[in-house]
Antibody, heavy 117, light 107 residues
Framework: QVRLKESGPRLVQPSQTLSVTCTVS????????VSWVRQPPGKGLEWVGAIWKGGSTDYNSALKSRLSISRDTSKNQVFLKMNSLQTDDTGTYYCAKHSIYNNFDYWGQGVMVTVSS | DIQMTQTPSSMPASLGERVTISCRASQGISNYLNWYQQKPDGTIKPLIY???NLQSGVPSRFSGSGSGTDYSLTISSLEPEDFAMYYCQQYDSSPLTFGSGTKLEIK
């Protein structure tokens, strides 16, 4: 059974770094791409970036300078790090598995992150 | 970046009604268009991939169509569980982008 679960801090101070972990089961991160998608409260979905099954990454150009996505294949985990956080980075952060048809066929439940002092 | 304009932003509708949600890309996206449903608890579910292909387990009352820059999602007869948010998403080029969403509400 495919599952993705995000974990990380619920509260981060402005200018600090966000670190979120996506722990997956039921598939290998070396066999399928994994993306991060975020959603500000009451707003729509925004693609943050992806780590491809081969290990290379692709980032939303609007966030690229602050973003790093990596993985630990031995633990089947994908990591999101975003620095210099501002209040408009507040939102729910989801990880999602890519299908072979290039849609997101499985999503985590999301982790709500608030950027506030 | 490819902008996805989704209309309407909200749609009141009745049980059993047929509804269509539209999504227009700022440039041609070669049918690389997916649809998702999001429930109020945040759960996101895939509905349609590559314009018109039904995700496994999704009821056949959902269908997708389109080409070029214009795409649509149709629900043939609304069921209670269909009242939710819907998003389109293009994957023709990076960055992947989503439409702004359509809230399907009970009339």
């Amino acid at each position: 059974q495919v599952r993705l679960k995000e974990s990380g801090p619920r509260l981060v101070q402005p200018s600090q770094t966000l670190s979120v972990t996506c722990t997956v089961s039921g598939f290998s991160v070396t066999s399928y791409h994994v993306s991060w998608v975020r959603q500000p409260p009451g707003k729509g979905l925004e693609w943050v970036g992806a780590i491809w099954k081969g290990g290379s990454t692709d980032y939303n150009s609007a966030l690229k300078s602050r973003l790093s996505i990596s993985r630990d294949t031995s633990k089947n985990q994908v990591f999101l790090k975003m620095n210099s956080l501002q209040t408009d980075d507040t939102g729910t952060y989801y990880c999602a598995k890519h299908s072979i048809y290039n849609n997101f066929d499985y999503w985590g439940q999301g982790v709500m992150v608030t950027v506030s002092s | 970046d490819i902008q996805m304009t989704q209309t309407p932003s909200s749609m009141p509708a009745s049980l059993g009604e047929r509804v269509t949600i539209s999504c227009r890309a700022s440039q041609g996206i070669s049918n690389y268009l997916n649809w998702y449903q999001q429930k109020p608890d945040g759960t996101i579910k895939p509905l349609i991939y590559y314009t018109s292909n039904l995700q496994s387990g999704v009821p056949s009352r959902f269908s997708g169509s389109g080409s070029g820059t214009d795409y649509s999602l149709t629900i043939s007869s609304l069921e209670p569980e269909d009242f939710a948010m819907y998003y389109c998403q293009q994957y023709d080029s990076s960055p992947l982008t989503f439409g702004s969403g359509t809230k399907l509400e009970i009339k």
